[in-house]
């Protein structure tokens, strides 16, 4: 059985986990937890990678992560070395402190983002115990052993890692987003919710049907030897270098219309919907900035109206023309 495809591209997102050596201990105590997120930080930093969660169990960990520059191979090759060097000297061992390479699913960020990070969020609660789980659960709303704490309190927060990206789901006032992310860990609990990342079994990539799809077709032929991914239109795309005011700008311009006269049409309109799909293809942004964009759109709504627009557009070829040639328009203007 093949391994699954390593898939980078620019502003991908990975769930990354690595095992020690024989199910053995990565860390030992508190100092050690501080200096492994002390090199994470440093890591991130050098590679411009993002930390949205962390989890440091006793044998291994959980991150996840944004590679903007779609380099998650350099980004973890350092990290683990430089962790690996930083423990071996400490405790004054050699060799291997990880059981082989790390592993990565990548996350369909706009379905699976926070599901990923609340499964993270909750391993130290699936570890044997004989504490009742209640104060287990008390101990994982202050504990450094992941990045939870910070998610719920901003006294708590770490300066390397980005909150926003998954609190802005629930809204941007600080106290509302924090409840509403608490809200969504609990339930996890009390529905005994299973772990998404089952659907990243056999092809490492934790999605909806459309979006494994798009990913494999684009990175078998990768594999072939086909073409260079870097050189086929689609990842072309996804190396995004709009603003997403400048998109919105030029949009109206080739639609042509008011941005007034764009926000206030009905939640269905499909000149709104193409302009969402059009931000989220071409601009580093995220569907709650994309509702705050347009109006203050929910981004349940955003996700909706990019998801009729689709399946419209698999039906109607007129439709798809239009935002065919849109697209095309955009990128000449680039």
Known sequence: MSRP??????????????????????????????????????????YEVQVLAYALMPNHFHLLICTPKGNLSEFMRH???????????????????????????????????????RYIHLNPLRMKSRESFDQRWQDLLTSEATSLPGYLNKKNRKDFVDYNTILDYFGTEGGKSSRGYKKLVAETIEKN???????????GIVGEKNFIEQIKQLFE??????????????????????????????????????????????????DRAILM?????????????????LGGVDYSAVSQARKRLNIKMENDQALKKKFSALQSKLRKMS
Do not use: M
């Open 79 to 117: 990290f683990n070395i430089s962790y690996t060097g930083s423990f071996n000297r400490k405790y004054r061992r050699a060799g291997h402190l990880y059981q082989g390479r790390y592993k990565a699913f990548l996350i369909d960020k706009e379905n699976y983002l926070l599901e990923v990070s």
């Open 221 to 270: 032929k990768d594999r072939k030897g086909k073409k260079s991914h870097r050189e086929q239109p689609a990842f072309r795309q996804l190396d995004k270098t709009w603003t997403p005011e400048d998109l919105i700008d030029s949009y109206l311009k080739l639609v042509p219309k008011t941005r007034e006269e764009l926000i206030s049409k009905g939640k269905q309109s499909p």
């Open 277 to 293: 799909e059009l931000l989220y293809r071409f601009c580093k942004i995220t569907q709650p900035e994309i509702g705050r964009l």
């Open 193 to 203: 919710i299973p772990s998404p990342l089952e659907k990243g079994k056999g092809t």
């Open 5 to 46: 495809l390593r898939i980078q591209y620019p502003d991908a997102y990975y769930h990354v986990t690595c095992r020690g050596n024989e199910q053995r201990k990565i860390f030992r105590d508190a100092e050690d937890r501080k200096e492994f997120l002390c090199l994470l930080a440093r890591s991130a930093e050098i």
